[in-house]
């Protein structure tokens, strides 16, 4: 869908060989034209002598040089010399000699020494400026016509005609909201006369927001697919431009292409690029040229007249950071949700994208889907790649559950690094830290069952991790459920300490996670007593990772500091309590898991539920449990 016109470099060279030529004509016109002839150089004595013999029929005096003509019609040169008897002589040779008084006609002189190198000068620009158009994408729109120096500044948003290959919406697995909410566009497009007779206008713009990797890009491409109209898609950043002022023009020619080919659709890619709120901040020396091009934007899309037929869409993973101007009711008014897949949705997109993919018999999506939840559509795709990738790798013809599961952990934790050779002390303390996890996980009830723990080092410089897996989609987490989390991210640091009495920085990432779930507890979703529903932060970026912004007095934010230590000091204890308690139980399952380095969540089960007597009834209701959250990797170690 994209063909891309790659700059060549050939008219570049044709232009430098126009201009050493037209150099090289300019230096054959400026010299004498008896240069051109053959020319024999003697020395002085020879010529004296050839005048003696009368061989010398002609000659030429010039200031430093003497050309003559011998009888045979022979040119020779020689240099002069200051001999105050050579006129002497040549008269009475008989030789005909003179002076060349100008060597070249004056106007003749004239326009070489000043026409011809402006006119050089001229066309070397114009060529110049030609081919910056053409870099800068100028032209590019199609049926630009007219004038090329005219066209500086085109939009070079590229015409999708409709073809029969082009993407279809059910390329698009998952996202049922979203494709519904576009395939009344679609029927707009198709038939606007049906809804013009009853009096519905339909939306101007709809804007595609959530996630990377979800599919918003893909979505659109699918409408232009579906839609069979012209397809106009520019991404934000192309109007970001050299010149100020450009970005604005594009604008204007994007929107009077559109306006001559509708119906038809116009695709903004990544419009937070342009569509960024406009600030005090920016007048001062700030981004006019970006405030500018947004102001066109506006202005476009309130000239359009929608039942021409012309639908705008645009795309951002960063909604919050829009003007609001540009979210009003007749700009981009509809507004669609592309989520990170469900379930299902998981299961879809992993069948999308092993159509072509040679798989084994057996190989169980619905595990699959179910490990890798979190994860976007594009990471789903890229873990079918990897799993493909794996199996050619190990000379196989197909690909197993094994290779999708191991490109899961590829694609989450990077790749096993067997380069990395840990002391045996580090391998020891990395498996006592990692079922000190899955046991602290394994002995709360609420915990995502343990699938799989592993001390093979990944690239991403996790030494090790414990991998949950829930059975379901989690939508919402119980109280209880969170600080189970956060004892559960303890679990590993308070295993060092309680088998090796010292503690290493293995844990910074568990750390993190645990300050950070605390965190979000008190100041979002107003779990703590003290503090209540009342918000103390607001979120910005929510699909780029959500920075938390602390909304409150300094004084609360201390509190909220001290309430944060607070909750994850007590589950630290209650993770080390249920530790030490099944002290024996940590020992015998840190032992299996060095010598076996991975192990799954039946061999930890088994080993865990194997002698009742230490088995109280809280591991009765392990296996069962199997409500919390999709799942967690505990990396660092
Ligand atoms: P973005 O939302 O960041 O624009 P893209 O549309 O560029 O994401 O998605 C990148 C790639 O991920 C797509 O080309 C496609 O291969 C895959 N992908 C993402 N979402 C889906 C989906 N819902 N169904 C099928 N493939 C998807
Ligand atoms: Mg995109
Ligand atoms: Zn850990």
Not at 344 to 364: E, P, T, Y
Request: net charge negative; with cysteine; charged share 25%.
């Amino acid at each position: 869908m994209n063909h891309v016109k790659k700059p060549d470099n050939k008219p570049l060279l044709i232009y430098v060989a126009i201009v050493i030529v037209a150099m090289l004509m300019i230096n054959a016109l400026l010299v004498p034209a008896i240069n051109n002839q053959h020319v024999r150089e003697v020395d002085y004595s020879s010529f004296l002598s050839m005048v003696e013999d009368k061989n010398v029929s002609k000659a030429q005096l010039n200031n430093d040089y003497i050309t003559f003509e011998d009888k045979e019609g022979n040119y020779y040169k020689t240099t002069t010399f200051n001999d105050p008897d050579l006129v002497n002589r040549l008269n009475d040779a008989g030789v005909a000699f003179g002076r060349v008084i100008t060597e070249t006609n004056p106007i003749v002189a004239f326009l070489l020494s000043w026409i011809l190198p402006l006119v050089i000068f001229y066309v070397i620009g114009m060529l110049l400026s030609r081919m910056m158009i053409k870099r800068m994408g100028g032209g590019a729109g199609g049926g630009l016509g007219g004038n090329p120096m005219m066209s500086f500044g085109k939009s070079n948003a590229k015409v999708y005609v409709p073809s029969t290959t082009s993407i279809k919406f059910k390329d698009v697995a998952g996202e049922e909201e979203a494709k519904q909410l576009l395939q009344e566009l679609v029927q707009y497009l198709k038939d606007p006369k049906k809804y013009a007779d009853i009096g519905a206008k339909c939306p101007k713009g709809a804007l595609l927001v959530g996630p990377p990797g979800t599919g918003k890009t893909l979505l659109a491409k699918a409408i232009a697919g579906e839609a069979n109209v012209p397809f106009f898609s520019i991404a934000g950043s192309e109007f970001v431009e050299m010149f100020v002022g450009m970005g604005a023009s594009k604008v204007r020619d994007l929107f009077d292409q559109a306006a001559k080919n509708a119906p038809c659709i116009v695709f903004i890619d990544e419009i937070d690029t342009i569509g960024k709120k406009r600030d005090g901040a920016s007048a001062i020396g700030g981004n006019d040229e970006r405030e500018q091009t947004l102001n066109q934007l506006l202005t476009e899309m309130d000239g359009f007249d929608a039942s021409k037929g012309v639908i705008i869409l645009g795309a951002t993973n960063r909604p919050e950071v829009l003007d609001p101007a540009l979210l009003r009711p007749g700009r981009f008014d509809r507004r669609i949700p592309v989520e990170l897949p469900d379930l299902q949705g998981r299961i879809d997109i992993l069948k999308v994208h092993s159509k072509d993919v040679k798989m084994a018999d057996n190989v169980d999506f619905s595990s699959i889907a179910r490990t890798a939840s979190g994860t976007s559509g594009a990471e789903l795709a890229n873990i079918v790649n990897e799993a493909a990738l794996r199996a050619v790798r190990q000379g196989r013809r197909f690909v197993t559950q094994e290779d999708l599961q191991e490109s899961i952990e590829v694609v989450i934790a990077g790749y096993q690094k067997k380069s990395r050779v840990l002391s045996t002390k580090e391998k020891l303390i990395v498996s006592y830290h990692e079922i000190g996890h899955a046991m602290v996980a394994a002995y709360q009830t609420n915990s995502a069952p343990v699938q799989k723990i592993t001390i093979i080092p990944r690239t991403n410089g996790a030494l090790g991790y414990t991998l949950q897996v829930d059975e379901g989609d989690k939508f919402l987490l119980s109280k209880e459920e969170m600080l189970n989390r956060i004892a559960t991210f303890t679990g590993g640091r308070c295993a060092e300490e309680l088998i090796f009495h010292s503690i290493t920085t293995g844990a910074s990432n568990d750390i993190e996670q645990a300050t950070r779930f605390a965190r979000a507890m008190i100041t979002q979703y107003g779990m703590d007593d003290d503090f209540g529903m009342v918000a103390m932060s607001t979120q910005s970026n929510m699909y780029l990772g959500g920075d938390q912004q602390l909304a409150c007095s300094p004084e609360t934010a201390k509190k909220i500091d001290d309430a944060v230590v607070k909750v994850v000091k007590e589950q630290h204890d209650k993770a080390y309590a249920i530790l030490e308690e099944h002290q024996d139980k940590l020992h015998e399952l840190a032992k299996y898991l060095y010598d076996h380095e991975t192990i799954t969540g039946e061999e930890f089960m088994k080993i865990l539920l194997a002698k009742p007597e230490t088995v109280d009834s809280t591991a009765e209701e392990v296996i069962g449990a199997s409500e919390t959250e999709n799942q967690e990797v505990n990396s660092s170690i």
